[in-house]
């Protein structure tokens, strides 16, 4: 769709935000939205007519672009027929939307609690994990996201935690491998691993293994800097879990439906979790929908006692039969198999020859479609670019390498001292390398921060 100018029109949309919209994670009058006028494929378009190539997938959720045709269609067809039913009675979508996800599911993650999202997956998968133990603590891992919601919110390992933490949640956190910045002194991807499963199994045994219900992990931890665990560490947790009787939490709401060129990151790692947290890229994010997959022992554990929880919109119809077409669509269209092959073929030596010419950049790491790029001020000490958790004047850094990638059509993902690429999995190559070069442009003005 070529987009139509009609800045009057965008005035309007703009104004009316301004007014009544209150946005999250955001001091209100210190934030400018851009208005949207519309969205198709990999890209999106202002009222000025200006488009913009999504390196952010929404916020790492389109993974099949926007407007895909198959997929408005299905809804379509699902409101002409039954727009709407309560959970407890069984219904076409998301009976099928069910069967599609458990056949992907690794191991025996056969059933599937349908959420509105991956915060309420969370908080249901820690309360099943409770539950099943009958133990209070839940671990977590530092430089991790898993949602706004409270017990979310709390096992969280990053600073939009601190307002809301009030340390009685039964939340421990603890170190997980990340080598480039290791708590461990580390200087191998072996020494980092055995270190952090040690230091795990460690703070496991100070605060009583017969105490502990779960261990939650990001499977590729997304928004705290896409880092990769390294060979055997979700393997040795998966050791440690079963040593002590602890249930196994994956969240793959970031990195599952093909985002890591698998339809989810934990077969990278050949790794069954208990229970594995999922939303976003399930249907691409066209109607709000999340999940969680449930080991066969899990949900014996409910098989004749009622498992205490429930949501008015699970499993809603809109959403489950979106759910349907993207997945088919994903299959049929060889989708998780292009983030594969272009993040192999294209993105990784890309982003490693910007590594090469820009000293802005610490760090690359990544698999498939999900990509981060580590920002320093001085790669020898790497020095963030800007402190941590970096606000108005000191964050003017990475202020100003974003407003660059704006300028040149590209609408990144910041957070903190990273840059993601995580565009759209049916992303062309074209694309791509339009989107890397309008990147490699935009990094030369993070490069005059540099020391």
């Known amino acids: 769709m070529t987009p139509q100018p ?27 939205p851009l208005a949207v006028a519309g969205a198709e494929g990999s890209y999106f378009w202002d009222y000025d007519g200006k488009r913009y190539l999504d390196f952010t997938s929404g916020l790492v959720y389109a993974n099949i672009g926007y407007q895909h045709p198959k997929v408005v269609a299905a809804i379509q067809e699902q409101a002409a027929t039954m727009t709407t039913f309560a959970p407890a009675f069984a219904i076409e979508a998301r009976s099928e939307a069910a069967r599609l996800i458990a056949e992907r599911t690794p191991g ?10 991956g915060a309420d997956a969370i908080e249901h998968a820690t309360r099943m994990a409770r539950l099943h133990t009958g133990r209070p603590k839940v671990m977590s891992a530092y430089r991790s996201y898993h949602g706004g919601t409270q017990q979310a919110i709390n096992l969280t390992g990053d600073p939009r935690r601190w307002a809301s933490d009030g340390a009685a949640a039964g939340v421990v956190h603890f170190w997980a491998p990340f080598l480039y910045r290791s708590r461990f002194y580390a200087e191998t991807e072996a020494q980092e691993c055995e270190r952090a499963l040690e230091h795990l199994e460690t703070t496991i045994a100070f605060e009583g293994p017969a105490t502990i219900a779960a261990i939650v992990l990001e499977t ?12 055997g560490y979700l393997a040795g947790v998966r050791e440690i879990c079963d040593k002590y009787g602890i249930v196994f939490i994956l969240d793959e709401v970031m990195a599952g ?8 990151a934990a077969d990278l790692f050949d790794v069954v979790p208990d229970l594995m947290t999922f939303a976003k890229g399930v249907n691409s994010g066209y109607v709000p929908l999340g999940g969680v997959a449930i080991s066969g022992a899990i949900a014996d554990t409910f098989g004749k006692r009622p498992y205490p929880g429930g949501l008015t919109y699970s499993g809603h119809p809109l959403a489950c039969a979106a759910a349907v077409a993207t997945i088919n669509v994903m299959a049929e269209e060889g989708v998780v198999e292009n983030a594969k092959t272009l993040g192999t073929t294209v993105v990784e030596p890309a982003l490693r020859a910007l590594a090469e010419r820009h000293p802005s ?26 402190p941590y958790n970096a606000a108005g004047e000191a964050n ?22 990273r840059t993601h ?16 070069a309008a990147l490699d442009a935009a990094l030369s003005v993070a490069d005059e921060f540099t020391a």
């Open 108 to 117: 025996d993650l056969d059933k599937i609690f349908f959420t509105n999202g």
């Open 361 to 386: 950049i610490g760090e690359v790491r990544g698999v498939g479609m999900f990509w981060a790029l580590e920002l320093v001020k001085d790669r020898e000490t790497r020095e963030p670019l800007v």
């Open 421 to 436: 690429v995580v565009p759209p999995l049916n992303v062309t190559e074209a694309e791509l390398k339009e989107g890397l």
């Open 257 to 264: 439906f093909g985002r890591t060129g698998e339809w989810f």
């Open 220 to 231: 590729v931890p997304g928004t705290a800097g896409i880092m990769v665990p390294p060979p």
């Open 6 to 32: 009609n800045p009057q029109a965008g005035a309007a949309v703009k104004a009316a935000d301004r007014a009544h919209v209150f946005h999250s994670w955001s001091a209100q009058e210190l934030i400018d």
């Open 396 to 417: 003017a850094a990475m202020a100003a390498f974003g407003g660059a990638a704006k300028q040149q059509g590209l609408w990144p993902f910041i957070n903190m001292n």
